[in-house]
């Protein structure tokens, strides 16, 4: 156990995180803040744009496959940008909070 998790007003272990982390995942309570990123709207406003076409020009692949290329590229890096977010929640249970950081969030919290 860590310095920090021993004097922590508040902590889980690593089953009670993933617990806590699935359960709010699946009730909605947490969303994953980069992966809505990319809407339909947005997607269908670029393979309208044409932009692709010098890749495919460029390339001599077809239409489809540069569009999805393009697509597997920006879902991969708001994937792992929700996965970052996903760990930090999750090493942020483990470690918990002090009673001096629970308190200060409760301070910050009546001041909004």
Not at 8 to 23: I, N
Not at 104 to 109: K, Q, R
């Amino acid at each position: 156990m860590s310095e920090n998790s021993k004097s922590a007003a508040f902590s889980m272990s690593s089953e009670q995180a993933v617990q806590v982390l699935c359960a709010a995942l699946q009730g909605g309570a947490i969303k994953l803040p980069f992966g809505g990123v990319i809407d339909q709207e947005t997607l269908n406003k670029y393979l309208d744009s044409g932009d692709y076409r010098s890749a495919v020009v460029h390339h001599g692949k077809d239409g489809q496959h540069i569009a999805s290329c393009f697509v597997s590229r920006q879902l991969s890096i708001y994937s792992q940008a929700d996965v970052v977010y996903l760990t930090m929640l999750f090493i942020g249970l483990q470690r918990g909070l002090t009673d001096k950081e629970l308190s200060e969030f409760f301070i910050s919290a009546a001041q909004k």
